[in-house]
């Protein structure tokens, strides 16, 4: 027996939570997309599986996602400042390939969703064409007057040596300050045009510097200092020097 039969809901009353529930066209995360997606299935014309219509809406979301306005803001803006090789936004550090304690040299990536975390900050659920992961933004971005309007659900940001961090591998999250922001595309932008790209100031950026790690000094680090061998360059006693010396008188 379907499990839905048993619940009695008025026709109105559940276009009324589907509205709410599916009001930026994607399915809610987590288990609850599946009952969501279950119920708009089982109200449409062409009824599928439930496994077959979440497929559909994820790729009518990505595709809704990576044609905004915003995203097409961020392609453009990237090409015309040559901010990663060849211009091209498919060059950018991906999020779907980074890993702990990374520094991403160019990223971009749309926000999905903004939590408050009740001390200024913000936690953040961001995706690009490759993956998704969440992230730490700073209350100094959000305060800052250049990036702090644009911030929110559909926003795009790019981002310059943005450091990757994991307190429980494999979950890996991004830390977003200051510093890190080259610009912010807010979800409501109007559609970019060649005229409009060519006006923004050319952003600075950051090298990447990738310093091979010091291995023999992250050892002696980590090496008990009770069991270091002595350096070949202490100073001699003086002490035995004079014991020497007194035996050969």
Known sequence: MDAWRGLEIEDDVLQSFLKKCDSSSSLIPGSAGNIQATMLNRISDDPRTTQQFVEEVAQATFERDFNSNAWKWAKMYIKHHDIVKDGDINNVTHLGTAKPFETLHIAVCLVKECIPNGMGDMKLNIKDTTGS???SLHNKVLSDP????????????????VTTFSAYPPNIYLNIVLTNVINVFAADICPPTKELVMVTPKPVIRPLKVD???????????RNPFLQIPSSSKPPDNNNNKDTSNTME
């Open 133 to 135: 992961m969440k992230a």
């Open 212 to 222: 091979p790690p010091n291995i023999a000094k992250i050892m002696r680090k980590l």
């Open 146 to 161: 250049k990036f702090g309007p644009h911030i929110g659900v559909g926003c795009v940001m790019i981002l310059n040596h």
